[in-house]
């Protein structure tokens, strides 16, 4: 008799270890799944740059530099969302628009996953703009522009890496002016940022984890939009697509940060975020200078160098 005791004793002290096990292991998977990383590279105000700078102190810039800081990155954090704040195109002249269809035509090869609509991206007209959505598979967003009653863009889009979804909002300044080639701007109406972004932000917070702002407003009207939609600002990032600057830090405006890697192509910005529960815990940011020194897409260098050869009467930088 004393002997099945203790083999009962035994059986159940296996079994209630096993059961602990299982509920640690369990638990540690639960926390595990509610938390999840996603990285966001961006920049902003491109104005059509392909070449670097040709800065006599430190060259920057280019798009066989970017392309390959985007392949490292990725590489390193493939849960990656790439991103651009707008006025990606150059100055409304024909051959500046001939070298911005070349931008677009290389750029449709590195992932972009949605852009902002500024001032400059209207210097070759609004069909200009959607005949290249169409063509290189780009999304352009804004919630704040209209032309007889109906918005130019769709006004936010959804994308879900590694399991974070971000959600891409866009606004566009109403001082700001727009002008083009085309002449076929007549009828835009530029809506209240901070009433456009009240009417489209509660949904989108519903179908996202993370809510980044591509923001086309002058640098001091930012802090003001985001303060003037109170308990609603539900942004927890703004990419500043406008304003000719670099940040090496985020800027807080509350809860929100404020990043910026600007000026013709220069600079990308990375955006590392931690997510639990749907619901932003960690953010950290860095600035990438686009060394000539540092490494270049081949491929990309020789289809640019070819490009201006063929073209002598591009400008770049």
């Not at 677009?104 to 007209?125: A, H, I, M, R, S």
């Not at 939609?229 to 940060?257: M, R």
Request: hydrophobic share 40%; aromatic share 6%.
């Amino acid at each position: 008799m004393q002997g099945k005791n203790i083999k009962s004793l035994l059986r159940g002290a296996l079994c209630l270890t096993a059961a602990i096990v299982l509920a640690t292991t369990a638990q540690t998977t639960t926390a595990d799944a509610a938390t999840k990383e996603c990285t966001i590279v961006f920049q902003g105000a491109v104005q059509g740059e392909i070449k670097d700078c040709g800065c006599k102190k430190r060259p920057l810039g280019g798009l066989a530099g970017r392309s390959a800081l985007i392949d490292t990155i990725r590489e390193e954090n493939p849960n990656l969302v790439l991103l651009d704040g707008g006025n990606t195109y150059a100055e409304p002249r024909e051959e500046r628009r001939i070298q911005t269809e070349f931008l677009l035509e290389q750029t449709g090869k590195l992932g972009y996953e949605v852009f902002g609509v500024g001032p400059w991206d209207f210097n070759y007209g609004v069909d200009f703009i959607r005949e290249h959505d169409a063509k290189h598979g780009f999304v352009h967003v804004n919630c704040n522009l209209m032309r007889d009653g109906e918005l130019l863009f769709e006004p936010y889009r959804v994308i879900e890496q590694g399991g974070v979804r971000v959600g891409v909002i866009s606004v566009f300044d109403d001082k700001l002016k727009m002008a083009s080639m085309q002449n076929d701007l007549e009828g835009i109406e530029i809506l209240n940022p901070i009433m456009a972004l009240e009417s489209y932000l509660p949904e989108l917070k519903e179908k996202c984890d993370v809510v980044v702002l591509l923001s086309n407003l002058n640098k001091q009207t930012i802090p003001s939009v985001l303060e003037g939609l109170g308990a609603g600002n539900v942004i927890d990032l703004v990419i500043d697509g406008y304003n000719g600057q670099k940040l090496l830090k985020p800027q807080q405006v509350g809860d929100t940060a404020v990043v910026s890697a600007n000026n013709k192509g220069k600079y990308m910005g990375q955006v590392d975020l931690i997510v639990e529960d749907g619901e932003v815990t960690d953010l950290q940011y860095q600035l990438h200078y686009l060394d000539i020194s540092a490494p270049q897409n081949k491929t990309i260098e020789k289809a640019v160098n070819e490009f201006l050869e063929a073209n002598p009467h591009v400008s770049t930088s």
